[in-house]
């Protein structure tokens, strides 16, 4: 939800299962934040923070951490989630995603970070897979593992970004069914799907860009329906913030997701009556 | 860098350096993919300064207006490898964007600008600020009147003031509200504006004040005492104007300074 939505969703409370913002667009004293307050009321809210840097080497910004806390007070939200990346050096914002090497030092540098966000905010909070679009030479272990490890050593959960998976699976040559199969599915806590583009590059190669601008493509709702298989009915938010098309578009897409979710739920209803 | 292992600082340094200065040697000697690090690197840096014009776009739409698109994103794109925000609270990136303009000569016959975008800063400040309780004035009452003149007052956070030798006020608005025949009608000469900008119930509202009595709120939230405010102000009616902001809640908090002369209230005893 953004700003030019506030009114439409006051005015006529719209039948959805919950919401999902960006922290940051929430951090001032005026009305955007007592409109979600209002809303809150009603629908469930998920913070999704782009800002807090994780894998900072110089630690996190206190002050921003602060902010976060504040929202996270007068909202009461149901899911918060970040980013497994990191935003700040040297004091500069560099308002981009960054990749982090895969190595036990950023592995540490993230879980410090983790612990100190969960005490300072007094809640577990998600952290979500990054699209990359390079890797370090001297990672020594694979995305999935630092995901896995993040979560098992810090108690956090995990927002799987199916969309991601399948576009860094795809510009490193990895396995993204191996991806998967490796994140522990009790810690996933939501999942975010969205569309993406590809660009050559000057060698002639081909990069998949995460810029939320268009459909979901097919073999990304294929790997989709594998994670509801294997994680179960997560709740799913589909991410499409650039060229927004008709709404009619988007219930479309949203309801292919329930669709799955629903086969994904029955699936669980006959195991548990099994 | 070392020989060895990088560390993940030094990481962290040498990408900031190739997505603020646009070089990538340092980076490329540090991927594991051989290919077009340079590619690699633009799409970070291309998200990076796409979503930094973006907020301040967002922050200064009057600007951007006035200036169109293109002009804008090249003023953006010098301003953003000067000045990168130091927080990822971007509300607030551009504070001084004004200044940066003042000073950038493909803006230098649009003597205006700077002041459009000091207004536009103020209504992003109102905007945003945090939320404050006003001072009311029964929280006074304790206070002797012996040393009611020695008294240091915070304005409320959403609370500035603006000046400008032209009519900025007026072609903020005709600009915003795309009125082009009152933009067309609008005479740079009828003279300086003295601006108060405020958050009222959630409205931004930008108000003209006379010169005395703007004067007078610039030495008050300023946090000088309320004797050098008086002095500046030199009118009869300061007392009235004093009233006028607390009814309003412009004020936040109060000092007593240990002196009347003009000193800033965060230094008072």
Redesign the interface.
Known sequence: MRFQHHQAVLDTRPDVAWMEVHT??Y?????PI?CLEIIRRDIPISLHG????L????GL?Q??LD?IWQVAERIEPDLMSEHIA???????????L?P??M?E??LA?VCRHVDQVQSTIGRRILVENPST???????TMPEWEFMAAVAARTGCGILCDVNNIYLSAKN?GWDPLAYLAALPSDAIGEIHLAGHSA?Q???G?T?R?DDHSSRVIGEVWSLYETALQRFGPVPTLIEWDQNVPPLDVLVEEARHADALIGVASDGVRRADAA | MGSG?????E???A??RG??DDGHAR?AA????A???????R??RN??RT??TN?LRLNFPAVQRLVGEDFFAAAAETFITRE????????LYGESFPEFLQSFEPAASLTYLPDVARLERAVDH???????EPLEYPQLLDIEPSVHRRLCFTPH??VSLVFSPYPVDAIWRAVLTRDDAALAAIDLSTGAVWLLVE?RA?EIEVAQLDERPWKFAEALFAGHSLSAALAVADDPNAAAWLAAHFAAGHLSDFALSNTESLVVAGHAQ
Do not use: C, K
């Open positions: 940051e667009n951090m001032g004293g005026g009305s007592r782009v800002g807090l840097s894998g900072s080497a110089e910004d002050a921003h902010r990191w935003s700040v050096s040297g004091g500069t914002y560099l308002a981009d960054l982090l090497p190595t030092e950023a540098v679009y390079m890797q370090f030479r001297h990672s490193h660009r590059l000057a060698d190669g990069l860009i | 292992v990088p560390t993940l600082l990481i962290q340094t990408m900031r997505l603020l980076v540090l991927l594991d993919d290919l077009a690090p340079a590619d690699r690197l799409i970070y998200t990076s979503a930094l907020a990168p925000p130091q927080t990822a609270w971007l509300d109102a905007l945003h600020a945090v939320h404050a956070p959403s958050r959630g």
